[in-house]
């Protein structure tokens, strides 16, 4: 965990570790609780409070927890608070000030006990805030005291957390909202109070305690924990052994099957350096073993695993934001996303085996491929929680609540196998590194609150849509390129879902509202720069995470990482004017859509890295695929038919 810029990653010992432990169960049952047990259990003592009247025996008390269990998931505001208090302080202990400080200072300690304090009281004042009514309710001068403070704590989190990149565009924000009245011209705002600041970023929803950091309390929280609970039981080594088995013995057999066991993990975790923290391990060092240079084998990785918040079924947490954000179902954002993410790995696959054709590279030694049936009997107890997890999405119950049945699913199921069983050793173990995991989402997310609580004090988001289009000059494809390059500026250093919902406030207005684009295209574009910002020099997060296990340079990855990603690249593009490849309009409108899709990325694969097997492609050749590429993108059959055929005819000349 060396990427960050800012503060240095560790785990105290002595009584800090066992206080961290501790606080890490506590948040996992909270938010299990919050989730799904509430509710499950508010039903059963209703039904019970029910039936027992007609025994003859008192029910009152029954019936009040009932009520009470119901109504508990209703409360925000109170459940966020809870998970800073944990989180907060949790985070202050494990990130230091300065990243070759190894153990705790004074003030790491100092801003956890703050951070505690401050959320402590939220949840002794909640009635106050629940009944918060805004326009007639006005904050005390404690509320503004409290107020500022929280906000100067995400402020330093964040900075610890992610470095000066977000940091930096929260305070430019800050400075905006609070001096953007004397500014002039277009860009100037109307005074307000500084109790209207206050009410907007600590009490209302569009502030720290916003669906950002609500998400990351929920979706974020339980499928990272699903996914080391499901690593923790052997789940990742059954992707690993199935990916070697089926192209373990190919050409460049490693690196496919590094690319297949991350992209598969990848969308349980949904989160790139967690897929590179869990699969990199295995798959670094056999790729290095065959041959791989070391910055070549940990590109792949890290661009393996940064697809796996674009494919289903369970794309991580930013699916779920987007849903959130949209409205729209997860199961349609998940099927509307089955095939550009196969694309994706289309356009991988392509330059991973063409590499392996001109570096004459061996398949995978023989010894370390487990025969597909094996793998299978071995491990298909671990495909359980999975077709539970799919059954129960798109049967239509809440993500928080298939991520909390999934993870209880894996726990019970592993009891029944002494070599993977989760005892209490293990669970607190998974615990504690869920949280670890969690500390860049959880500063990130909650400056996320504070970028868009600025925004909408501020009424900045019809000014920054009047700022790019004079950037872009009011044109369409312009503004696509801005926005696409806008966001992986702010992916420098944050993780995925803070990139995208940071993109949603800014960017989505625009493209929405000005050129009326599709809401689904819109969002899935801005999900996939979202992503390839963690592989995407200077700042890739993926990268950093990947070299680290190499023992490589991190900044040599980047060049390769993206040419290995190009596919990702152009196909947001691509489905923006053909949404038939999102599954939509018939069936006819779907098949052609990625038939030219996979033409596209093919072109723009070969353009960029210029090689066919041993053979190179010459410029002029390489100018002709680039613009098959474009071609291919323009929503007229005429074009992409054009472009296919003499995209194909470049290659067969050249091969």
């Known amino acids: 965990m060396r990427f960050l810029r800012e503060g240095g990653r560790h785990r105290p010992g002595g009584a800090w570790a066992v206080l961290i432990s501790t606080g890490s169960v506590a948040a996992a049952l909270y938010v299990l609780w919050v989730s799904a047990l509430a509710t499950v259990v508010g039903d059963l003592a209703l039904r019970a409070a029910a039936e027992i009247p007609q025994a003859g025996l008192p029910h009152g008390a029954l019936e009040a927890f009932g009520i009470w269990a119901r109504a508990f998931t209703a409360n925000f505001h109170l459940d966020i608070a809870i998970f800073i208090a944990i989180t907060f302080p949790v985070a202050f202990l494990t990130t230091t000030s300065r990243p070759e400080r190894k153990a705790l200072a004074w003030t790491d ?61 929260v305070l430019v924000l800050l400075g905006f909202t609070f001096f953007g009245q004397y500014m002039p011209g277009p860009l100037k705002h109307e005074n307000f109070s500084v109790n209207y600041f206050i009410e907007m970023m600590t009490v209302m929803p569009v502030g720290i305690f916003g669906s950002p950091i609500e998400v990351a309390a929920t979706y974020a929280f339980l499928f990272v924990l699903f996914g080391n609970f499901f690593e923790r039981a052997g789940g990742g080594l059954l992707f690993f052994e199935v990916a070697s088995a ?15 066991a991350s992209g598969l993990y990848g969308s349980v975790s949904g ?14 060092p056999i790729m290095m073993k065959t041959g791989i240079p070391a910055a070549r084998a940990a590109a792949i990785e890290a661009t393996a695993s940064s697809g796996g918040a674009m494919l289903p079924p369970v794309m991580g947490a930013v699916a779920f934001i987007m849903s959130d954000i949209t409205g729209i179902p997860y199961a ?15 356009a991988i696959y392509i330059l991973v085996h063409n590499e392996a054709v001109r570096n004459d590279e061996a398949p995978m030694p023989e010894e370390q491929i487990v025969p597909l049936h094996r793998a299978v009997v071995r491990g298909w107890r671990h495909l359980l929680p999975l077709g539970a997890l799919i059954a129960l999405l798109m049967m239509g119950y809440t993500p ?14 592993s009891w029944f196998w002494p070599d993977s069983a989760i005892g209490p050793r293990g669970f607190v173990r998974v615990c504690t590194d869920t949280i670890t995991q969690l500390v860049p989402l959880v500063g990130a997310v909650a400056a996320a609150g504070i970028v868009i609580g600025a925004i909408e004090i ?37 993780p995925t879902p803070a990139v995208y919902i940071t993109g949603a406030a800014l960017l989505a207005p625009v493209l929405r509202q000005q050129f009326n684009l599709p809401e689904m295209q819109v969002h899935l574009f801005m999900l996939y720069f979202a992503c390839l910002s963690a592989i995407t ?12 296990i190499a023992g490589t340079n991190p900044m040599a990855l980047g060049p390769y990482a993206v040419k290995l990603a190009v596919g990702g690249f152009v196909l947001p593009f691509f489905f923006l004017f053909n949404p038939g490849l999102n599954m939509q309009g018939g069936i006819v409108n779907v098949a052609t859509a990625l038939f030219f899709g996979a033409a596209m990325v093919t072109f723009a694969s070969f353009a960029l890295h210029g090689l066919v097997g041993k053979y190179t492609i010459r410029w002029p050749l390489r100018l002709i695929l680039a613009a098959c590429t474009v071609a291919a993108i323009v929503p007229r059959i005429e074009y992409q038919l054009a472009a296919t055929v003499l995209g194909a005819l470049v290659l067969a000349i050249r091969r």
């Open 246 to 260: 089926i192209t373990g013995r190919m050409v460049g057999g490693a690196a496919k099957a590094c690319v297949t």
């Open 332 to 346: 349609t954002i998940a099927l509307a996303s089955l095939l550009p993410a196969l694309l994706y790995y289309l």
């Open 109 to 169: 300690i100092a801003l956890a006990c703050l951070s505690f304090a401050v959320a402590l009281y939220y949840i002794v004042l909640d009635d106050r805030f629940l009944h918060w009514s805004r326009g007639f309710s006005q904050p005390t001068l404690a509320d503004t005291v409290v107020g500022f403070t929280l906000v100067a704590l995400v402020i330093e989190l964040c900075r610890r957390c992610t470095g000066w990149g977000l940091t930096t565009l």
């Open 271 to 284: 989160s790139p350096t967690a897929d590179v923290a869990t699969t990199g391990p295995l798959t670094i």
């Open 400 to 413: 928080a609540y298939v991520a909390a049945g999934s993870t209880a699913a894996v726990i019970v199921l």
């Open 458 to 494: 501020s009424a900045l988001a019809g000014k920054f849509t009047l700022l790019i289009n004079y950037l872009a000059f009011g044109m369409l494809v312009p503004t696509l390129i801005l926005a696409a390059m806008l966001l992986v500026l702010l992916g420098m250093g944050m």
């Open 537 to 548: 020099p200077p700042v890739a997060v993926a990268n950093f995470a990947a070299a680290a």
